[in-house]
């Protein structure tokens, strides 16, 4: 799961806080740099509050503090109200989360690292496919491709106390193009990326986990579950989400967006725990509440050799055909990219991989490209044609007829408050009375079609 939030002034103290935390020794892992810019500027290894602070504020990190003489990268650096940085959360599925949490200290590593490198893989793919920064005044010019920086947090636990392995990426607003000139991203374009780069990190992660932790997955409804993982563990494991479901259905929402309201205004405070307490805390509770182990976890690695054939390429191609067409009749590229990329979390192949299958998909013969990245098929066409000749067939000779004295009789029997007023009368004697065998009555929401 991947979630992206912009960052104004003020927002940044939270991850300050983290790294005073680090500091000190307590809580999570420090936060690391990465990104073509932090190479840049010299930012390896740990993350540091001052320069932390200085980068999201716009400023030049390892400067003096923004308004003492800070070197400015971007235009409106140190000013209230800009964006200053943008959060990407990568959210390990919660069947990965439990297993990570409770396993041994052999195993644990191993888990980790699936998630680590999937996390740097997707980020590499952000800075390569989706960081833009717009020349002129106020951005009004043209898009040049940039280099970025950001600092990673780990943490293992939601607000709930429950195992939850995330990543915090922190991208500062600022990007440095081919040239070295630095300026604002393009936030736009980061956060309609929001489906594209979840989906990739997640393929990146089921490919990792049967890479490195020879675990198998299948697709779920959303994401993928580890193949034996226990569904009592995961349902009663993910308490959060069942109550911000609760309330999104009590208030009759269903969007992301205002799941993603409500989760904001009903978190509880974030705490801070030794990892070694949580991961103790967290085995005794899950093995007591569901008899679920470390031990447990190690049979759900299975010796597996199935490799990606061209009959399971076909299949998968064949899956988000139908999925794309499904009450459409064309498909642009990002969609396929987003459906290829989710559905790869069942098959054997990595982002890379499934972006060359996209790739080839995309060019076979049935396929047809249309204006703007779009796409249809040739079997679409077709049915379109049969369709609109069928259209044409109907409108030809008489089709249903009532007559005024039907009409009327009817009127007069209709109770006062219920009478059609002249336009919807019109439009009774247009649909009873046309002579067309097709008729189509179109208006405005409310106006009693």
Known sequence: MLSIAKLFAGNEEYYLRLCRYYAKGRGEPPGVWGG???????????????????????????????????????????????IDAFDFTFTADKDVSVSWAISDSADRPILERCHDEAVTEAMQW??????????????????????????????????????????????????????????????????????????????ALAAKLRKYAKIETELAEVGFRIKGFPEAVRVGESSRSREIEAIASERGFDSAE???????????????????????RTRNRIESQYGF??????????????????????????????????????????????????????NQMTPGQLLKLLKDFLAASHVVELEGERFTTKGVIKQEAELLTLA??????????????????????????????????????????????IRILNGFAGTGK
């Not at 602070?53 to 109200?81: E, I």
């Not at 705490?271 to 949580?278: D, L, P, Q, S, V």
């Not at 409108?395 to 007023?421: C, F, K, N, W």
């Open 36 to 82: 073509g810019l932090a190479r840049l500027f010299g930012l390896f290894g740990f993350v540091t509050e001052k320069d932390l602070r200085a980068f999201m504020r716009g400023f030049r990190p390892g400067d003096p503090p923004p308004g003492d003489s800070g070197v400015a990268l971007v235009q409106n650096a140190g000013k209230d109200g800009r």
């Open 126 to 203: 952000v800075e390569d496919q989706f960081c833009w920064c717009r020349t002129g005044s106020g951005g009004t010019g043209m898009r040049v491709k940039a280099e970025i920086a950001y600092s990673r947090f780990q943490h293992c636990m939601n607000r709930a106390g429950e195992p939850n392995l995330h990543d915090h990426v922190v991208m500062p607003n600022v990007g440095v193009d081919e040239f070295g000139v630095t300026r604002a991203l393009d936030g736009y374009e980061l956060l309609c990326a929001k489906l594209d780069v979840g989906a990739y990190y997640r393929a």
């Open 258 to 280: 205002s799941k993603a309201v409500i989760a904001k205004e009903t978190r509880g405070k974030k705490t801070i725990e030794e990892r070694e307490a949580f991961f103790e």
């Open 293 to 346: 182990t470390a031990k447990d976890v190690q049979k759900l690695s299975r010796t597996f050799n199935w490799k990606p054939n061209e009959k399971s390429k076909r299949a998968l191609i064949a899956a988000a055909e139908i999925r794309l067409l499904d009450n459409r009749n064309h498909f642009t590229k990002r969609q396929a990219r987003i459906q290829v990329l989710q559905l790869g979390v069942a």
């Open 392 to 437: 044409e067939s109907l409108t030809e000779g008489q089709g249903l007829y009532v007559s005024d004295e039907v009409i009327h009789r009817h009127l007069a029997a209709t109770p006062a408050d219920e009478m059609p007023d002249e336009e919807q009368l019109a439009a009774i004697k247009y649909l009873l009375q046309a002579n067309t065998r």
